[in-house]
C-alpha cells in the first residue's frame, strides 16, 4: 500500500486562502473577530460581508493559513454557525495589513440559494432522543441543515417555493418557525411527524431487506439511490448485472468514521471532508483489510465512502450498522430518477424494495465526489452540498450561458463577477440525459432570473450540447475543449498570464480535426499557443478504440515496430489504409494501450476504467525510473516497455516507470517555457499520483503548480472554462 496520504502544505512561501462562508455569519460579530484572530496570527489580507455571503482572504505561509482555518472554525462567536463554506488556496497578492472592507451592496442577490446541508449534531440528538417530539423522525432539520437547493422551486426561499408548500405547519412547528429565539426560525423545511412528509414504508422493514441481500431503492435528498448490503458479493454483482453497470465502482455509505477507518487510511482533511456539511463521497485509499465485497470497486485504487447526510440515512444505518452500496437510482448512465411514479416506473426490475416518501424534490442533485488531493480538498463531480455556490471570478463576464461537453456535462452561467456551474448532469448519450441537460438550463434560468446574451459551446460539432448551442437562436462561441479545461483551471484558481496549460484526457475536438487529449498551451495576451503535444497515432475502428485499449496499443507497436508486430488482420489493413483510423494526441489513449501492453487492462468497461487499473498498479512502489519519453514521442517509451514485458517485469514496475515518464515530460516542457505557474487540468489528472509526483517535481524547481479544487478537472469542469474564453472572445 502507498504511504498514508499527507496532509502537510507546501512549504513555498506566501499563498492566499479565500474562504467563503454561508450561515449566521453576519451580525454576530464575526467580522470584528476575524480581524482580530488575523491580526494576532500576524495574517494580511481582508474581510468582507457581501450579499454571496463572508469573503476573507488571508495571506501568509501556508501552514499559518491551515492553522488560522482551524482556528476560525474552533473559536468563532458563540452564535454564529456556518452552513456552507469552500475554500480556494490562490496566488499571493502581496497585502500589507489586515482591514474590515465595507459591505459590497452591488453583489448579486445568489445567497438564497444555498445548497442541501447535512443532518446538524441538535437534530441528530433530538432524533434519538425518546423524549422528544421527533423521535426517529426521518425528515428532522432546522435552521443550520436539510435539504436547500433540491426543495427550492423559486426564489425567494421561502417555504411557499419550495416543494414543502404542500405540508401545513402544526401549531409546535408554527411557533418554532416564528420564535426569533429558536433553532428552527424560518428553517422552511420544518416539520414533525404530525405535519410533515412521511414514509412509504419503515426503516425497519428496509434494514431487514437490506440484511436479506436485498436490493432498496430509497428516496434521498437530491433523487434515488439503489442501497445493497455492500459485503454480500453475490447481492452487489445482482446490483450490477439489473443495473446494467458492469465494473464502474461504486460508491459507499458507513455509519460513522470509526467504521470508514476500519477499511480505509483516513487522514486528517479527509476525515473532515467526510463529516464537512456537504458530506460528499471522499475517494479513499483502502487499507486491505478483508469485508467489502470485491466487486464494489474491481479497478479503482480509490474506495468511494460517505457518511449518512440525511435523518433518513442516519436512521437507516443505525438499523443496519454495515457498510452499504449507494449508487444513483438509475440504469447506467442515464439521470438519476427524482419523482416517485419515474422511479418504480424505471427502477422495478432492478430494485426489490422501495423506501419513497411524499416529499417532492425539485430537482436532481447527484452525491458529490471529492478527494484530498495534495493535502487538500478538491472535487472530481460537484452535485448535492455544493451546488449552486458561485465561484467567484477576478473579473466581470457578460451574461453568457456555457453548456458544456459531452460527457459529466454541467451548464454554467455568469452573472458578473461570478459563475454559477449546475450541478452534474451526466453524460449526454440517452434521451432522457438531453433532457435533463436542457432543464438544468431552463432552471438555472429561471431560478436566477438570467437572460443569456451569448452561447459558449464545445467546438465539436456533433456533441448533443454544441447542437443545442446552434439551435438556441443567440450568438455561439465555440471553444476548444482543452482550452477550456486550462481556462477552468487558470480562472478558478485567479492564475495571471503567462502560464502554461497542460490539458490531458481521453478525447477532444482539436482545431485541426484531430483528436487532442495530450497538450500543452502557454498561455498569454489572451492567446493560447499549442507549445507540445503528444506524438500523434493513428485509432484504428475510431470510436471502438475508445472502448478497446488494445486498438490504440497494436497502432502504437504498428508505428514502432512496423507490420510484422500486428497479428491481427484486419486491423493490420486498417492501419495500413489508414480506414476508419482517426489521429488523436490522447494521454488518455496512451493510457489505455499501456494498459493492455502491461497486461493490467485490455479495454475500458467505464471512462477512464484502464488509465485507473494502471494508476492501481502501481501499488505502493516508489522510485525514480522512467521511460524515455522525448518530446512527448512515444516510441522510444513503446520499445522499452515492450522489452520490459518480455523480460516479465512486474506490471507495477511498467506502470510506475510510465507515470514517472509522464510527469518528465511536464516537466521537460514546463522548464522549456521558462514560465511560473503551471495550470493541470483533464480528466488524466484526477489519477492521484500523477498530480502528486508532477506538483512535487515541479515546486522542487521552482514553479507554482495548481490544480483543481471547487471545479472538477475532468469534462464537469469545462463549462467555466467555455465561459471565461467566450467572454474574452466576443
Ligand atoms: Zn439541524
Ligand atoms: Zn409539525
Ligand atoms: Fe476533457
Request: proline fraction near 7%.
Amino acid at each position: 500500500m502507498k504511504a498514508p496520504p499527507v496532509d502537510s502544505p507546501r512549504a513555498t512561501g506566501a499563498q492566499r486562502l479565500r474562504l467563503v462562508l454561508h450561515g449566521a455569519v453576519q451580525g454576530v460579530g464575526f467580522r470584528p473577530f476575524v480581524y482580530r484572530l488575523a491580526r494576532e496570527m500576524g495574517l494580511t489580507g481582508w474581510v468582507l460581508n457581501s450579499s454571496a455571503g463572508l469573503v476573507v482572504e488571508v495571506e501568509g505561509e501556508a501552514a499559518e493559513l491551515e492553522r488560522f482555518r482551524q482556528r476560525l472554525e474552533a473559536e468563532r462567536p458563540p452564535a454564529s454557525y456556518i452552513l456552507a463554506r469552500e475554500q480556494s488556496w490562490l496566488p499571493a497578492k502581496g497585502y500589507t495589513e489586515f482591514r474590515i472592507l465595507p459591505s459590497d451592496e452591488a453583489a448579486e442577490k445568489t445567497a438564497a440559494v444555498l445548497p442541501d446541508l447535512a443532518t446538524c449534531r441538535e437534530c441528530l440528538a433530538e432524533m434519538l432522543d425518546p423524549a422528544n417530539r421527533r423521535y426517529l423522525y426521518p425528515f428532522t432539520n432546522c435552521t443550520r441543515c436539510g435539504p436547500r437547493y433540491t426543495i427550492i422551486l423559486d426564489i425567494p426561499y421561502d417555504r411557499p417555493r419550495t416543494t414543502m408548500r404542500g405540508f401545513t405547519l402544526c401549531d409546535d412547528c408554527r411557533r418554532e418557525y416564528t420564535d426569533p429565539a429558536d433553532r428552527r426560525f424560518h428553517a422552511q423545511p420544518n416539520a414533525c411527524p404530525r405535519c410533515g412528509p412521511r414514509l412509504t414504508a419503515t426503516v425497519a422493514q428496509t434494514a431487514g431487506e437490506l440484511a436479506a441481500g436485498r436490493i432498496v431503492a430509497l428516496k434521498g435528498i437530491g433523487g434515488f439511490q439503489l442501497l445493497v448490503d455492500a459485503r454480500n458479493e453475490e447481492a452487489v454483482q445482482r446490483l450490477r448485472r439489473r443495473k446494467r453497470r458492469e465494473e464502474k465502482p461504486f460508491a459507499l455509505m458507513m455509519p460513522s468514521l470509526d467504521m470508514v477507518r476500519q477499511y480505509c487510511v483516513v487522514s486528517e482533511a479527509e476525515a473532515e471532508l467526510l463529516q464537512s456539511p456537504a458530506a460528499p463521497i471522499v475517494l479513499l485509499r483502502p487499507n486491505g483489510r478483508p469485508g467489502i465485497a470485491p466487486s464494489v470497486a474491481r479497478s479503482s485504487p480509490y474506495l468511494g465512502v460517505m457518511l449518512p447526510y440525511s435523518p433518513l440515512h442516519h436512521l437507516l444505518m443505525r438499523a443496519f450498522p454495515h457498510p452499504i452500496v449507494a449508487t444513483s437510482g438509475n440504469l447506467s448512465d442515464e439521470p438519476i430518477a427524482i419523482d416517485n411514479d419515474e422511479a418504480v416506473a424505471r427502477l422495478t426490475g432492478v430494485a426489490d424494495f422501495f423506501l419513497m416518501h411524499d416529499r417532492p424534490i425539485a430537482r436532481p442533485c447527484d452525491d458529490s465526489v471529492a478527494r484530498v488531493v495534495r493535502g487538500r480538498p478538491s472535487l472530481v463531480r460537484r452535485a448535492r452540498g455544493y451546488a449552486p455556490l458561485p465561484i467567484a471570478l477576478d473579473r466581470e463576464l457578460p451574461p453568457v450561458l456555457a453548456v458544456g461537453g459531452h460527457l459529466k456535462n454541467t451548464v454554467a452561467i455568469a452573472l458578473r463577477r461570478q459563475v454559477i456551474l449546475s450541478q452534474h448532469v451526466g453524460d449526454l448519450d440517452t434521451l432522457e440525459a438531453r433532457n435533463a441537460f436542457e432543464r438544468a438550463i431552463a432552471d438555472l434560468c429561471r431560478l436566477y432570473r438570467f437572460q443569456p446574451k451569448l452561447v459558449a459551446c464545445d467546438l465539436h460539432p456533433d456533441y448533443a450540447s454544441t447542437r443545442w448551442a446552434a439551435r438556441s437562436g443567440l450568438p455561439v462561441v465555440a471553444i476548444q475543449h482543452h482550452q477550456a479545461h486550462v481556462a477552468a483551471c487558470a480562472a478558478e484558481n485567479e492564475i495571471r498570464e503567462p502560464y502554461l496549460g497542460v490539458a490531458w484526457d481521453g478525447t477532444g475536438y482539436g482545431t485541426d480535426g484531430v483528436v487532442w487529449g495530450g497538450e500543452f498551451f502557454l498561455v498569454e495576451h489572451g492567446r493560447f499557443e499549442r507549445v507540445a503535444h503528444l506524438r500523434p497515432f493513428r485509432l484504428p475502428g475510431g470510436e471502438a478504440a475508445v472502448r478497446e485499449g488494445w486498438r490504440a496499443a497494436a497502432s502504437l507497436r504498428y508505428e514502432t515496430f512496423g507490420a510484422g508486430a500486428v497479428g491481427d488482420t484486419p486491423l493490420l489493413r486498417m492501419l495500413e489504409r489508414g480506414v476508419n483510423s482517426p489521429w488523436t494526441t490522447s494521454v488518455g489513449r496512451l493510457f489505455d494501450a499501456v494498459a493492455a501492453m502491461a497486461g493490467v487492462a485490455r479495454e475500458n468497461r467505464f471512462e477512464g476504467q484502464a488509465a485507473m487499473m494502471l494508476e492501481r498498479a502501481i501499488g505502493g512502489l516508489e522510485d525514480d525510473e522512467a521511460y524515455p519519453m522525448p518530446h512527448g514521442d512515444w516510441r522510444p517509451l513503446i520499445e522499452a516497455l515492450e522489452d520490459d514485458v518480455r523480460r516479465g517485469l512486474p506490471a507495477s514496475r511498467i506502470a510506475l516507470r510510465f507515470h514517472n515518464a509522464l510527469v518528465n515530460w511536464i516537466v521537460e516542457v514546463a522548464a522549456r517555457m521558462g514560465v511560473r505557474d503551471v495550470c493541470l487540468s483533464g480528466g488524466v489528472f484526477q489519477n492521484g499520483y500523477l498530480v502528486e509526483r508532477a506538483a512535487a517535481l515541479l515546486e522542487a524547481r521552482g514553479h507554482r503548480v495548481w490544480t483543481h479544487q471547487r471545479v472538477p478537472p475532468n469534462d464537469g469542469g469545462i463549462a467555466l472554462g467555455q465561459a471565461v474564453l467566450a467572454a474574452e472572445r466576443i
